[in-house]
C-alpha cells in the first residue's frame, strides 16, 4: 500500500474493477519504467520537493540513472510553496513560468 491517498484510492479503484491478478500488468503497461530501453527519449522531469508524489519523480530518475538514460532534472525546494502537485496549470506563479522556459530549452535542444 502506497502512503499517497491518491495512489491508495487508485489502487482501490483497480481493485473493485480489475481482477486482482490483472492489476498489476495493468500498471505495468501503463508506467514508463516499463519501456526504458537504449532508445528511449531524452527526459525532463519537473517536481517540486512539497508534493506528494514528489518520490515517484525521484524513483523515476533512479530508473532512468540505472538504464543509463539521458535526463535533466528541475526540482523545486521544499519551500517553494507554489510548486504543488499540477503548478503548472498555475501560469502565472514564478515557478510554473521557470518550469516552462525549462521545458522550452529542453525541446530546442533535443528537437531538431
Known amino acids: 500500500k502506497s502512503k499517497f ?53 525521484l524513483n523515476f530518475v533512479s530508473q532512468l540513472e540505472q538504464h543509463k538514460l539521458e535526463y535533466e532534472t528541475l526540482f523545486f525546494e521544499q519551500n517553494r510553496i507554489d510548486a504543488l502537485h499540477g503548478f503548472l496549470n498555475f501560469i502565472n506563479s514564478k515557478t510554473s513560468q521557470t518550469a516552462y522556459d525549462n521545458i522550452i530549452d529542453f525541446f530546442k535542444k533535443h528537437i531538431k
Not at 479503484?13 to 498489476?24: L, Q, S
Open 5 to 57: 491517498a491518491i495512489l491508495r484510492t487508485l489502487d482501490e479503484y483497480f481493485n473493485n474493477i480489475m481482477p486482482k491478478n490483472k492489476i498489476k500488468a495493468f500498471y505495468d503497461k501503463h508506467s514508463p519504467i516499463s519501456y526504458l530501453s537504449p532508445t528511449f527519449p531524452p527526459c525532463l522531469v519537473i517536481s517540486g520537493k512539497i508534493d506528494k508524489l514528489h518520490e515517484q519523480s
